[in-house]
């Protein structure tokens, strides 16, 4: 229904921004991140996600397709709502909630408040999963376009596709990394810092 709003943000309240788009003022819950990148009185652009349920009507804003992209993965997960969605995306990045996600890293997820070590291993069981094999931000890891790694390489590959990169992106920034050597989170962490560059 809505894609993004974009328009004056007039106001910043704990887990809300609301932006003014044509005089109309629209409410999105959102994360600490997302607020924290938004400025009272200046423009603002937030992706959205509409949330229609037994008398729930909820508009969702983050400021990277990154974040959404995680916010729609994490709702997804049995047990795991709209309001636990954030909470993680408050505590943690996209990048750092992928790479938990690779390497399994409980204590990361169960530091977040009200996300127990039930859930949390929900959480990896099935986004790692997904992560395996689907496709996300329009490069396929599950074969055809996928490059040529094997073993933590791939997995390295899949996460960094999950948040948003592409095939060639990835190759390049992967390429001459002692992958073999490396830890997963290694692999992923060095692919992050080149592509930033």
Not at 87 to 106: F, G, I, R, Y
Not at 110 to 137: C, N, Q, W, Y
Not at 168 to 183: C, I, P, Y
Request: glycine share 12%.
């Amino acid at each position: 229904m809505f894609y993004y709003l974009d328009g004056a943000v007039t106001e910043l309240l704990p887990g809300v921004a609301v932006v003014d788009c044509g005089g109309v003022g629209y409410a999105c819950r959102t994360t600490a991140n997302t607020l924290s990148a938004l400025k009272r009185g200046q423009r603002g652009k937030l992706y959205t996600f509409l949330h229609v349920g037994d008398s729930i009507f909820d508009l969702y804003g983050f400021a990277t397709q990154n974040e959404l992209n995680a916010f729609r993965m994490l709702i997804g997960v049995s047990g795991v709502g709209p309001k636990a969605a954030l909470a993680v995306l408050s505590a943690v990045t996209p990048d750092a909630l992928t790479m938990a996600l690779v390497t399994e890293d409980e204590r990361t997820l169960t530091a977040v408040p009200g996300i127990g070590k039930k859930i949390a291993r929900r959480m990896i069981l099935e986004l790692k999963d997904k992560l395996s094999g689907e496709t996300f931000g329009g490069a396929d890891f599950s074969g055809g376009t996928a490059p040529a790694f094997v073993g933590k390489s791939t997995e390295a590959a899949q996460a960094l596709a999950a948040l948003g990169y592409s095939t060639q992106e990835v190759q390049t920034a992967m390429k001459g990394l002692d992958t073999a050597s490396l830890s997963l989170e290694e692999i992923i962490r060095q692919s992050l810092k080149k592509m930033a560059k």
